[in-house]
């Protein structure tokens, strides 16, 4: 059977995807969630790309082929990266909320509000809690905040992701690409140029779904992972 590694996203944990991983056992599915360097387990570790590398080399081969390898958000970027210089076999990719390209004034705006929340009293610490609150439902968002809250990444995370060429690594991904957007998520300008980059590339778009698209319709979420598992198990 295909083995799934699960990628978080920005200042979460591998927790956050307690719910996916409860789907996953109850259907056989080996797996593992990962944390990156500067977030839940690796906290004190700085965050680099080099680092998440040597993460997701780790994680994948802790596990028996073929691989299936899901992130969200930051996570799919890491694993952009990742899948255009890893030696390791991997046979999917899920890349969730990856919808533009790291860059430019967007970036630099994300930048400057990251910076204006490290800056707050308690360095956002409130406002993400309360937004996790008001966006998921309390066993979900009590999964995204048990691992802890990586007040200090958000500003190195975003000036390393910022150095991906998104659409040049993903034409030098082998494997298949499926792309997983909520509808209502707010970072899909590039998705259609995004898509058309990956040499097999397929969109997904989640109906009533936002950016968190992993964690507020988890069944669909999940159903495309069992999708994308039987497709790579089917093709051996």
Not at 16 to 41: C, F, I, K, N, Y
Not at 101 to 125: E, F, N, S
Not at 200 to 216: F, I, K, N
Request: charged content about 15%.
């Amino acid at each position: 059977m295909a083995s799934v590694v699960l990628v978080h996203g920005i200042r979460t944990s591998a927790t956050m995807w307690r719910g996916q991983s409860r789907l996953l056992a109850e259907a056989g599915v080996p797996h593992v969630a990962v944390d990156l360097p500067g977030h839940g387990t690796r906290e004190g570790e700085p965050f680099t790309l080099a680092a998440c590398r040597d993460v997701l080399d780790a994680a994948v081969s802790s596990l028996e082929p073929p691989h299936v390898v899901v992130g969200l958000s930051l996570g799919s970027y890491v694993i952009i990266d990742w899948a255009s210089t890893t030696a390791e076999p991997v046979s999917a990719l899920v890349l969730a909320s990856a919808g533009t390209q790291p860059r430019g004034i967007g970036l630099a705006g994300y930048l400057a509000v990251a910076g204006a929340i490290g800056r707050l009293p308690d360095r956002g610490l409130g406002l993400h809690t309360w937004l996790a609150g008001r966006v998921l439902d309390g066993d979900t968002s009590a999964d995204l905040l048990a691992g802890g809250v990586a007040l200090d990444a958000m500003v190195p995370t975003l000036q390393a992701v910022g150095g991906i060429d998104v659409l040049a690594a993903l034409d030098r991904v082998d494997c298949p690409v499926w792309f997983v957007n909520g509808s209502r998520d707010h970072f899909r300008a590039e998705e259609r140029r995004i898509l058309h980059a990956a040499r097999a590339g397929t969109l997904v778009v989640v109906p009533a779904a936002g950016h968190l698209v992993a964690l507020d319709q988890p069944a669909a979420f999940h159903d495309v992972i069992t999708e994308v598992v039987t497709q790579v198990e089917a093709t051996g």
